[in-house]
């Protein structure tokens, strides 16, 4: 496996740190509404991330946090005057179902970062006792980001526009203003009753301190991967090794994954240019898990993604595809001799993982993938499958879709509905077959064949199928 890593700007080549288990951790959603398909690349990202790992023989534990208290999701629940837990509930649900929807195989921890106060404020205190942080004259307590030597190494920030004594309060911010950055907020009015005790008074954690406390908590102080969308990259996950690295004094995360944005259309996603959706508006509109799936999956992770309906017309066709390449197989299949597999399949199944292990390479993934459904379709119609063959390709693409995931994941058998000229094609050569007329009858047969159709005769009547 060869990821780039964010943190070196370079491919590098990629190995668990420990035995067999790679720990991944993926910032997740902030609850405070629903999850539009800009951040469901980030997620599809991760979870072909990690089933290239799992594909590689290793073995995983994944976390994925939910930011259930922070700047946006308490404004929320002011707004609807209701308790932080009623406001967020839901939109946990949802992003819930929405993975689903996307065939995004679940991570094995789900921690929800109002359950990590303790682990928290134990952090901060580690942070007072190597003196990187300190309480400011409003309550909070701030990182000082000057006294860590190497800060700013993710984002390659130029230390020398840090201005003394510079702070910022809110969660997100640009690089241009970087200062300390709050670890603890202390309660002002507009927290309504979100607060929680610290040795440093009543208040709440900072976004970056939730995401710290929790990784190290399920994945030790060292670990193996980190990823999010590149918005992530500064300042959540500098801040993040920041506090890890400050306390501990060791390497935070071996190696950093950044995805980058969505764009519909061509355009930034953005509610007033009317081109912001939610999966549950694109399902709306008729589209399937499956194909959005096709899409956001299929693109390079690292480049700009544009989605489009063009991409999702798309998607349904080269689904199409596969769902007849795999019916076609599953028609032949059987035999239970061991299977060898022809060489222009192997093939394939080397150029596929050759594309995953290249840095998540998926296009070529698919390349691979429909190449080998071209030979095989070629290989059906002349006749020149065995049955174990058979078994063996169609083993093959299961495999496949351990990474893909959108192979088997709700496969349709392909439309079966006999055009109208077939079909009156067929009534005429029924009629034929009654007045014994076998010439026309085998005439009507040729044609049918000629339009793409088979047609058998049986003593239920006539039986259409494509060829
Ligand atoms: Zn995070």
């Known amino acids: 496996m060869n990821f780039y890593n964010s943190m070196t700007h370079a491919k590098e080549s990629f190995k668990p740190m420990k035995d067999n288990r790679v720990r991944l951790y993926t910032c997740g959603p902030t609850v405070y509404n629903f999850a539009h398909i800009g951040n469901f690349r980030a997620y599809t990202f991760e979870d072909v991330l990690r089933r290239v790992i799992k594909f590689n023989g290793c073995e995983i534990t994944q976390v994925m946090n939910l930011t259930d208290v922070d700047d946006k999701t308490i404004r929320g629940a002011i707004e609807q005057g209701i308790a932080l837990k009623e406001f967020t ?23 929800a970062a109002t359950d990590h106060i303790p682990e928290m404020i134990d952090l901060i ?10 309480k400011s004259d409003d309550g909070s307590v701030y990182f000082s980001v000057g006294k860590l030597p190497g800060y700013g190494k993710l984002a390659h920030l130029d230390l020398t526009m840090l201005r003394a004594g510079a702070r ?6 640009e690089k241009e203003s970087y200062g300390d950055f709050a670890l603890w907020k202390g309660w002002d009015e507009k927290d309504g009753d979100v607060c929680w005790d610290s040795p440093w008074g009543k208040g709440r954690p900072g976004w970056h301190l939730e995401c710290s406390a929790m990784a190290m908590k399920y994945l030790g102080e060292s670990f193996d991967l980190h990823t999010g969308g590149i918005d992530n990259l500064f300042p959540h996950h500098e801040n993040e090794i920041a506090q890890a690295e400050g306390a501990t004094g060791k390497p935070f995360v071996n190696m950093w994954m950044h995805c980058a944005h969505l764009r519909v259309n061509g355009e930034k996603m953005s509610k007033s240019l009317g081109n912001f959706f939610t999966l549950r508006e694109l399902m709306d509109k008729g589209w399937s898990g499956r194909e959005i799936r096709y899409v956001l999956i299929n693109g390079n992770y690292r480049q700009p993604l544009n989605f489009t309906f063009d991409a999702l017309d798309a998607a349904r066709t080269s ?22 597999i022809p060489e222009w399949a192997t093939k394939q199944d080397l150029n596929f993982a050759n594309a995953v292990n290249d840095d998540l390479n998926i296009p ?6 429909f190449t080998l459904i071209r030979e095989t379709n070629s ?25 893909l995931g959108v192979i088997n994941f709700e496969r349709r058998p392909p439309s079966t509905e006999i055009p109208v000229e077939v079909q009156a094609l067929v009534e005429a050569r029924s009629q034929a077959r009654i007045d014994k007329n ?7 047969r040729d044609e049918i064949s000629a339009l793409g159709w088979s047609i058998r005769d049986s003593k239920d009547g006539q039986k259409v199928k494509k060829l």
């Open 364 to 369: 070529e993934a698919f390349a691979a993938m």
């Open 168 to 173: 910022v309060s809110q969660d997100e911010y």
């Open 438 to 444: 076998w010439m026309e009858s085998d005439r009507i």
């Open 379 to 403: 290989a059906l119609q002349n006749d020149l499958l065995s049955g174990e063959e058979t078994q063996a390709i169609t083993e093959l693409f299961n495999k496949f879709d351990t990474v």
């Open 125 to 134: 205190s580690k942070l007072f006792d190597k003196g990187l942080a300190y």
């Open 89 to 111: 509930a839901p939109f946990i649900q949802a992003f819930f179902d929405d993975l689903k929807v996307l065939n995004i195989e679940s991570a094995e921890v789900y921690p």
């Open 319 to 340: 689904l199409a595809r596969v769902d007849e390449c795999m019916s076609a197989l599953g028609d032949k299949a059987g035999g239970a001799e061991q299977g060898c």
